[in-house]
């Protein structure tokens, strides 16, 4: 499938909400911190935040649906799409994941719609 805006309309999925419309907690660590239980040794989880310039044709909702198709698709590669941000003027998305690695981010991207980051960055989240 091509890379572009027009995609991103095609693009539905079934993301995992509580009656309240907010999205169930994810089971796996928050960014950038380590868990463990009882008798278990410590996760680090990567995070990571992918770009990408689409160009003209970026609607907020758009990008809402590709993102719950991400959520459909991302717990075969052991990822977790956190949250995404839209510049609809300038045509570019970003996107926070907690993933591995950048390929199994990318290939939930790939999987649900396509529409593969042309960068993505290893981050840690501050406050």
């Known amino acids: 499938m091509g890379r572009s805006a027009a995609n991103l309309g095609s693009c539905y999925g079934s993301g995992r909400k509580?009656?309240?419309?907010r999205p169930v907690?994810?089971?796996?660590t928050a960014p950038g911190r380590t868990a463990a239980g009882a008798g278990q040794r410590r996760i680090t989880v990567p995070l990571f935040m992918d770009v990408h310039s689409l160009g003209s044709g970026v609607t907020m909702d758009d990008v809402?649906?590709?993102h719950q198709a991400d959520l459909a698709h991302q717990d075969a590669h052991q990822v977790?799409?956190?949250r995404y941000w839209v510049d609809e003027g300038q045509g570019q998305i970003f996107c926070?994941?907690?993933?591995?690695d950048a390929e199994a981010a990318a290939a939930v991207h790939r999987e649900a719609h396509g529409l593969?980051?042309?960068r993505i960055f290893p981050v840690q989240e501050g406050s």
């Open 18 to 21: 509580r009656a309240t419309g």
């Open 25 to 28: 907690p994810s089971d796996r």
């Open 64 to 66: 809402a649906k590709a």
């Open 80 to 82: 977790n799409y956190l």
């Open 96 to 100: 926070l994941v907690e993933a591995p």
């Open 116 to 118: 593969v980051a042309d």
